[in-house]
């Protein structure tokens, strides 16, 4: 029974079965965040052990990680990576918060996230940057870095994560792990908001098998009572989706970024070929610049918005002093935007949705890069010295092809098939229409299956040596 060889369903039929305690996965994971943190800073809250576990649920047992933004916990601090939420603790469990205690994971803690989850790269001056287990001196991604560091370090199987831009799938290519956002509201936001970054932030996981990724959606997925919309309904489960070979499917790809990111994307479509699907250079035909700038307009309202509105029920008087300085620039720019610009940056956002269902039309799926250029150095996605507008062109610059499934609300995946010479993981990204997680989860089943990275892990004894 080798920790690292189980998912986390398999941790949990084995607690549901009495083959091991309770507890038994929980210890492990604490011993491995104590031996491993030090170096990836990946957790950056540790949540108070339980005097008892769940035996019964999908992830009797499992320990889980929560992202620290997002998804909150009665009486458990959710910081957002930043001196302005300092102290901030859940007076209750969110939607989502609640399903996953139902499900029976055990909560160990939060993950490490850039201030206000707002960059690619996992560089918070709050709680530091974290790490990438295959390099430290390499980013993990962001703003889920801290998530998929875990993951791919083998602390447990899987996290608890968001994406409001390529959140998810940015660090899960990055980390060599497997990521899914999945469509608008699949995942409810309640019941203290309706949804995030105007329909664009996604809550959903980050893990090493695609089972794990669709049966935490199968416990999660549902609208909330009063949600404004919902996903399109299921039928059956994600699960089983994902043994289920789909047919044969009409991709459309897209090839661009550096050396390795291309050579990631041409290696997967022949891989798709010889599973028998059909692959062709096609490019979704929407205004790539418009949603450029409608995602920045939207991001900067939303988070004026957010750290006004704390300010002012924490009475602090002067709370961007309290951020990072690229973050307060970001903040003042949303003060100024007009509401007519701002509904300009929102019918963008649906203009997208309209390419995107057009595309969709013709093509089962769309294959491309998850990033453009493998995991950089640390520092270089960082914004500190930076002014907002150089600060961003260098994050849309980073991943400019994920932030479309955000705008449209399609789900899309970063699946880990292609590692460089040098060792470093690069993700494939492949997108579907709106509502359409079985169909991904079919392909990466297969895909898994054709082409396992389980087993493929970064040298930790490196890490604690």
Not at 11 to 21: H, K, S
Request: glycine fraction near 10%.
């Amino acid at each position: 029974m080798d920790y690292d060889s189980l998912d986390a369903l398999g941790m949990a039929d084995l607690v549901r079965r009495g083959a091991v305690a309770a507890d038994h996965f929980v210890k492990e994971a604490r011993t491995r965040i104590a031996a491993l943190n030090p170096s990836l800073n990946a957790v950056v809250h540790h949540f108070p052990e339980e005097t008892s576990y769940a035996t019964e649920g999908v992830f009797a047992g499992v320990p889980l990680l929560l992202k620290d933004t997002g998804v909150s916990l009665k009486d458990m601090p959710i910081t957002s990576g930043t001196r302005l939420h300092e102290n901030v603790v859940s007076p209750a469990d969110s939607t989502l918060g609640s399903r996953l205690r139902k499900a029976g994971f055990a909560f160990l803690g939060r993950t490490n996230t850039p201030e206000l989850a707002l960059s690619f790269t996992t560089e918070g001056t709050f709680h530091g940057p974290a790490r990438n287990p295959w390099d430290l001196t390499r980013t993990p991604g962001g703003s889920s870095g801290g998530a998929a560091a875990a993951v791919a370090a083998g602390i447990l199987p899987m996290t608890q994560c968001s994406d409001g831009a390529g959140s998810i799938r940015v660090p899960a290519a990055h980390c060599g792990v497997f990521g899914l956002k999945p469509s608008r509201l699949r995942n409810p936001s309640g019941p203290a908001v309706a949804e995030g970054i105007g329909g664009m932030g996604t809550l959903h996981a980050i893990s090493r098998s695609v089972r794990d990724s669709a049966a935490m959606l199968d416990v999660t997925h549902g609208a909330d009572i009063g949600d404004p919309w919902g996903s399109p309904p299921v039928e059956g489960s994600f699960l089983d989706a994902v043994s289920r070979p789909p047919r044969s499917l009409r991709i459309g790809m897209e090839i661009t970024g550096d050396a390795d990111c291309r050579a990631a994307v041409e290696a997967a479509a022949a891989l798709c070929e010889k599973l028998g699907h059909k692959v062709e250079l096609a490019e979704p035909k929407y205004d790539r610049e418009a949603i450029k700038r409608a995602w920045l307009t939207v991001s900067a309202v939303n988070v004026a918005r957010g750290t006004r509105s704390l300010a002012k029920a924490k009475n602090i008087a002067d709370p961007l002093a309290l951020l990072e300085p690229v973050n307060a620039e970001w903040v003042r720019m949303g003060d100024a935007i007009y509401g007519t610009d701002y509904l300009g940056a929102i019918d963008a956002l649906h203009q997208s949705s309209r390419a995107m269902g057009r595309y969709f039309s013709d093509y089962d799926i769309y294959l491309s890069p998850t990033t453009a250029e493998v995991a950089p150095k640390l520092g270089h996605l960082s914004g500190a010295g930076l002014g907002v507008e150089e600060f961003f062109q260098r994050f849309w610059n980073h991943a400019p092809l994920t932030a479309v499934f955000n705008a449209s609300g399609c789900p899309a995946m970063s699946v880990p098939l292609y590692w460089t010479a040098a060792g470093i993981p690069v993700g494939v990204h492949f997108g579907a229409a709106f509502g359409a997680e079985a169909l991904l989860f079919s392909l990466a089943g297969q895909l898994e299956a054709a082409s396992p990275w389980a087993m493929r892990r970064p040298n930790m004894s490196e890490v604690t040596a």
